[in-house]
Protein backbone atom coordinates (compact mmCIF):
# COMPACT_ATOMS: atom_id res chain seq x y z
CA UNK A 1 0.00 0.00 0.00
CA UNK A 2 2.52 2.23 0.88
CA UNK A 3 5.55 3.09 -1.80
CA UNK A 4 8.67 4.70 -0.61
CA UNK A 5 11.90 4.52 -2.98
CA UNK A 6 15.79 5.14 -2.13
CA UNK A 7 18.01 6.58 -5.19
CA UNK A 8 21.62 5.85 -5.08
CA UNK A 9 24.14 6.93 -8.10
CA UNK A 10 24.44 3.93 -10.68
CA UNK A 11 28.28 3.22 -10.05
CA UNK A 12 29.94 3.75 -6.48
CA UNK A 13 33.43 3.36 -5.76
CA UNK A 14 34.86 2.71 -2.38
CA UNK A 15 35.44 5.49 -0.39
CA UNK A 16 33.07 7.81 -2.15
CA UNK A 17 30.66 10.15 -0.59
CA UNK A 18 27.64 9.36 -2.17
CA UNK A 19 24.00 11.21 -2.11
CA UNK A 20 21.27 9.10 -1.09
CA UNK A 21 17.59 10.11 -2.21
CA UNK A 22 14.75 9.04 -0.25
CA UNK A 23 10.82 9.53 -1.29
CA UNK A 24 7.85 7.55 0.34
CA UNK A 25 4.82 8.32 -0.49
CA UNK A 26 2.97 10.42 2.38
CA UNK A 27 -0.02 13.04 2.46
CA UNK A 28 1.64 14.95 5.58
CA UNK A 29 -1.70 16.04 7.00
CA UNK A 30 -0.62 18.90 8.67
CA UNK A 31 -3.75 19.17 11.54
CA UNK A 32 -3.77 22.87 10.95
CA UNK A 33 -6.50 22.78 8.02
CA UNK A 34 -10.09 22.97 8.16
CA UNK A 35 -12.65 21.11 5.52
CA UNK A 36 -15.45 23.75 4.23
CA UNK A 37 -17.42 23.18 7.37
CA UNK A 38 -14.92 24.42 9.83
CA UNK A 39 -14.46 20.48 10.87
CA UNK A 40 -10.49 20.45 11.94
CA UNK A 41 -8.66 17.55 9.87
CA UNK A 42 -6.44 15.43 12.55
CA UNK A 43 -2.86 15.45 11.69
CA UNK A 44 -1.21 12.82 10.19
CA UNK A 45 2.51 12.81 9.25
CA UNK A 46 5.66 10.73 9.29
CA UNK A 47 7.38 11.68 12.30
CA UNK A 48 10.64 9.98 12.10
CA UNK A 49 13.13 8.65 9.33
CA UNK A 50 16.11 6.34 9.80
CA UNK A 51 19.01 5.01 7.59
CA UNK A 52 20.92 2.25 8.20
CA UNK A 53 23.87 1.06 6.32
CA UNK A 54 24.63 -2.55 7.19
CA UNK A 55 23.12 -2.60 10.65
CA UNK A 56 24.43 0.76 11.84
CA UNK A 57 22.21 3.79 11.77
CA UNK A 58 24.52 6.66 9.96
CA UNK A 59 21.29 8.98 9.36
CA UNK A 60 18.17 9.78 10.84
CA UNK A 61 15.42 12.63 10.33
CA UNK A 62 12.61 13.70 12.85
CA UNK A 63 9.76 15.50 10.57
CA UNK A 64 6.87 17.89 11.93
CA UNK A 65 3.77 18.68 9.75
CA UNK A 66 6.21 21.91 7.72
CA UNK A 67 7.49 19.18 5.73
CA UNK A 68 6.15 18.91 1.92
CA UNK A 69 3.64 15.83 1.40
CA UNK A 70 5.77 12.97 -0.18
CA UNK A 71 8.50 13.54 2.09
CA UNK A 72 11.87 14.37 0.24
CA UNK A 73 15.52 13.97 2.42
CA UNK A 74 18.60 13.79 0.10
CA UNK A 75 21.66 12.92 2.38
CA UNK A 76 25.70 12.22 2.13
CA UNK A 77 26.67 8.77 2.77
CA UNK A 78 30.66 7.36 3.02
CA UNK A 79 30.53 4.33 0.61
CA UNK A 80 32.87 2.07 2.89
CA UNK A 81 31.74 -1.73 2.06
CA UNK A 82 29.08 -3.49 -0.14
CA UNK A 83 26.13 -4.85 1.32
CA UNK A 84 22.54 -2.93 2.24
CA UNK A 85 20.99 0.32 2.57
CA UNK A 86 18.01 0.30 4.97
CA UNK A 87 15.63 2.92 5.31
CA UNK A 88 12.61 3.34 7.66
CA UNK A 89 9.41 5.89 8.07
CA UNK A 90 7.48 5.93 11.11
CA UNK A 91 3.98 8.28 11.61
CA UNK A 92 1.08 8.78 12.56
CA UNK A 93 -2.10 6.14 12.76
CA UNK A 94 0.87 3.09 13.10
CA UNK A 95 2.61 4.69 10.00
CA UNK A 96 5.51 1.78 9.53
CA UNK A 97 7.54 0.88 5.96
CA UNK A 98 10.77 -0.35 5.53
CA UNK A 99 12.90 -0.10 2.11
CA UNK A 100 16.51 -1.76 1.19
CA UNK A 101 18.36 -1.26 -1.34
CA UNK A 102 21.71 -3.20 -2.09
CA UNK A 103 25.42 -1.06 -2.26
CA UNK A 104 27.64 -2.57 -4.18
CA UNK A 105 31.43 -0.62 -3.77
CA UNK A 106 33.64 -1.47 -6.56
CA UNK B 1 -38.59 33.14 -12.49
CA UNK B 2 -37.43 37.11 -12.54
CA UNK B 3 -37.93 37.09 -8.63
CA UNK B 4 -35.67 33.76 -8.69
CA UNK B 5 -33.21 35.19 -11.23
CA UNK B 6 -32.79 38.73 -8.91
CA UNK B 7 -32.26 36.14 -5.92
CA UNK B 8 -29.69 34.28 -7.56
CA UNK B 9 -27.84 37.37 -8.70
CA UNK B 10 -27.97 38.78 -5.28
CA UNK B 11 -26.45 35.66 -3.50
CA UNK B 12 -24.11 35.66 -6.58
CA UNK B 13 -22.48 39.55 -5.48
CA UNK B 14 -22.59 38.75 -2.28
CA UNK B 15 -20.99 35.41 -2.26
CA UNK B 16 -18.09 37.14 -4.33
CA UNK B 17 -17.78 39.74 -2.04
CA UNK B 18 -17.26 37.42 0.45
CA UNK B 19 -14.60 35.71 -1.43
CA UNK B 20 -12.79 38.88 -2.44
CA UNK B 21 -12.64 40.31 1.42
CA UNK B 22 -11.27 36.54 1.69
CA UNK B 23 -8.71 37.16 -0.68
CA UNK B 24 -7.75 40.63 0.29
CA UNK B 25 -7.05 39.15 3.76
CA UNK B 26 -5.55 36.19 2.21
CA UNK B 27 -3.36 38.75 0.57
CA UNK B 28 -2.25 40.37 3.96
CA UNK B 29 -3.28 43.54 2.55
CA UNK B 30 -3.13 45.28 6.00
CA UNK B 31 -0.20 43.77 6.41
CA UNK B 32 1.19 45.34 3.34
CA UNK B 33 -0.16 48.59 4.62
CA UNK B 34 1.74 48.26 7.58
CA UNK B 35 4.99 47.07 6.73
CA UNK B 36 5.36 50.07 4.45
CA UNK B 37 6.93 52.03 7.28
CA UNK B 38 9.89 49.31 7.02
CA UNK B 39 11.40 47.21 4.74
CA UNK B 40 9.82 47.16 2.16
CA UNK B 41 10.93 43.61 0.74
CA UNK B 42 9.67 41.97 4.31
CA UNK B 43 5.43 41.47 5.43
CA UNK B 44 4.93 42.50 8.91
CA UNK B 45 6.47 41.32 11.48
CA UNK B 46 4.88 38.30 13.63
CA UNK B 47 2.41 38.11 16.55
CA UNK B 48 4.19 38.19 20.12
CA UNK B 49 2.76 34.34 20.10
CA UNK B 50 4.58 33.32 17.35
CA UNK B 51 7.73 34.50 18.14
CA UNK B 52 7.45 33.41 21.55
CA UNK B 53 7.13 29.69 20.15
CA UNK B 54 9.96 30.46 18.08
CA UNK B 55 12.40 31.69 20.62
CA UNK B 56 11.03 28.19 22.76
CA UNK B 57 11.78 25.80 19.36
CA UNK B 58 15.56 27.16 19.65
CA UNK B 59 15.66 27.06 23.40
CA UNK B 60 14.67 23.48 23.05
CA UNK B 61 17.03 23.07 20.64
CA UNK B 62 20.06 24.51 22.24
CA UNK B 63 19.44 24.15 25.51
CA UNK B 64 19.56 27.80 26.11
CA UNK B 65 23.96 27.52 24.68
CA UNK B 66 24.86 30.39 22.91
CA UNK B 67 24.34 30.15 19.10
CA UNK B 68 27.11 31.81 16.99
CA UNK B 69 26.11 32.76 13.65
CA UNK B 70 28.55 31.49 10.38
CA UNK B 71 29.55 27.71 9.05
CA UNK B 72 25.93 27.22 7.88
CA UNK B 73 24.90 27.25 4.47
CA UNK B 74 21.18 27.35 4.19
CA UNK B 75 19.65 27.87 0.03
CA UNK B 76 16.10 28.72 -0.29
CA UNK B 77 14.42 30.12 -3.34
CA UNK B 78 14.63 33.80 -3.44
CA UNK B 79 10.48 33.69 -4.84
CA UNK B 80 8.69 31.01 -3.77
CA UNK B 81 5.73 30.53 -6.02
CA UNK B 82 3.89 27.83 -3.81
CA UNK B 83 4.81 27.49 -0.40
CA UNK B 84 3.54 23.81 -0.29
CA UNK B 85 6.65 22.30 -1.46
CA UNK B 86 9.82 24.45 -1.13
CA UNK B 87 13.28 22.42 -1.61
CA UNK B 88 15.95 23.83 1.22
CA UNK B 89 19.45 22.66 1.33
CA UNK B 90 21.85 22.63 4.07
CA UNK B 91 25.64 22.32 4.20
CA UNK B 92 27.87 22.84 6.90
CA UNK B 93 31.14 23.35 7.05
CA UNK B 94 32.60 20.60 9.19
CA UNK B 95 35.80 18.03 8.47
CA UNK B 96 32.95 15.40 9.68
CA UNK B 97 35.62 13.22 11.13
CA UNK B 98 35.55 10.84 13.98
CA UNK B 99 36.49 13.25 16.27
CA UNK B 100 34.70 16.38 14.87
CA UNK B 101 31.30 16.37 12.87
CA UNK B 102 28.09 17.70 13.09
CA UNK B 103 25.57 16.03 15.23
CA UNK B 104 22.30 17.76 14.82
CA UNK B 105 20.93 20.36 12.18
CA UNK B 106 17.54 21.83 12.99
CA UNK B 107 15.63 24.10 10.79
CA UNK B 108 13.31 26.60 12.33
CA UNK B 109 10.63 28.98 10.57
CA UNK B 110 9.89 31.93 11.87
CA UNK B 111 6.02 32.41 11.16
CA UNK B 112 4.57 28.79 10.47
CA UNK B 113 2.00 27.62 12.68
CA UNK B 114 4.49 25.25 14.36
CA UNK B 115 8.46 26.70 14.04
CA UNK B 116 9.86 23.22 14.04
CA UNK B 117 10.11 21.91 10.44
CA UNK B 118 12.70 19.10 10.38
CA UNK B 119 16.05 17.89 12.89
CA UNK B 120 18.71 15.77 10.64
CA UNK B 121 20.73 13.94 12.77
CA UNK B 122 23.94 12.93 11.23
CA UNK B 123 27.02 10.92 11.62
CA UNK B 124 30.67 10.97 11.22
CA UNK B 125 29.39 8.14 8.43
CA UNK B 126 27.91 10.59 6.10
CA UNK B 127 31.13 12.05 5.17
CA UNK B 128 30.14 15.41 4.82
CA UNK B 129 27.36 17.40 6.14
CA UNK B 130 25.00 17.98 2.91
CA UNK B 131 21.03 17.67 3.82
CA UNK B 132 18.36 18.39 1.79
CA UNK B 133 14.15 18.01 1.60
CA UNK B 134 11.00 19.94 1.17
CA UNK B 135 9.26 21.83 3.52
CA UNK B 136 6.09 23.90 3.78
CA UNK B 137 6.38 27.64 4.00
CA UNK B 138 3.43 29.74 4.96
CA UNK B 139 4.37 33.29 4.71
CA UNK B 140 7.09 35.56 3.68
CA UNK B 141 9.26 34.90 6.16
CA UNK B 142 13.23 34.12 7.01
CA UNK B 143 14.27 30.53 7.92
CA UNK B 144 17.16 29.71 10.42
CA UNK B 145 19.09 26.62 10.41
CA UNK B 146 20.86 25.82 13.70
CA UNK B 147 23.56 22.68 13.70
CA UNK B 148 24.80 21.17 16.68
CA UNK B 149 28.64 20.17 16.46
CA UNK B 150 29.93 17.52 18.28
CA UNK B 151 32.12 19.57 20.51
CA UNK B 152 29.00 21.28 21.90
CA UNK B 153 28.94 24.20 19.86
CA UNK B 154 26.01 25.21 18.02
CA UNK B 155 25.93 27.46 14.86
CA UNK B 156 23.19 29.00 12.31
CA UNK B 157 22.87 30.25 9.39
CA UNK B 158 19.67 31.69 7.74
CA UNK B 159 17.43 32.51 4.37
CA UNK B 160 14.95 34.94 3.20
CA UNK B 161 12.12 33.39 1.31
CA UNK B 162 9.23 35.65 -0.58
CA UNK B 163 5.89 33.17 -0.65
CA UNK B 164 3.33 34.37 -3.15
CA UNK B 165 1.07 31.17 -2.62
CA UNK B 166 1.02 29.94 1.16
CA UNK B 167 0.79 26.45 2.47
CA UNK B 168 -1.59 25.27 5.09
CA UNK B 169 -4.49 28.41 4.26
CA UNK B 170 -6.78 26.00 1.71
CA UNK B 171 -9.68 24.19 3.15
CA UNK B 172 -10.53 20.51 0.81
Known amino acids: ?106 | MNLNRKKYRTASRRTFLTAAGVLLAAAGVPAALAQSASSPARSAPPPQSVLAARVAAIRRVTGGAAVNKGRVKLELPELVDNGNSVSLSVRVDSPMSASDYVKAIHVITEKNPQPDVVTFRLSPRCGRALVSTRMRLADTQTVLAICEMSDGTFWSGSADAVVTLAACLEEI
Not at chain 1, 18 to 47: C, S, W, Y
Open chain 1, 1 to 106: MSRALISLPPQIRKGEIIEVKALAAHDMETGFRHTQTGVPIPRNIITDFTCSYNGAEVFSAQLHPAIAANPFLAFSVLASESGTITCKWTGDNGFAVTESVAINVA
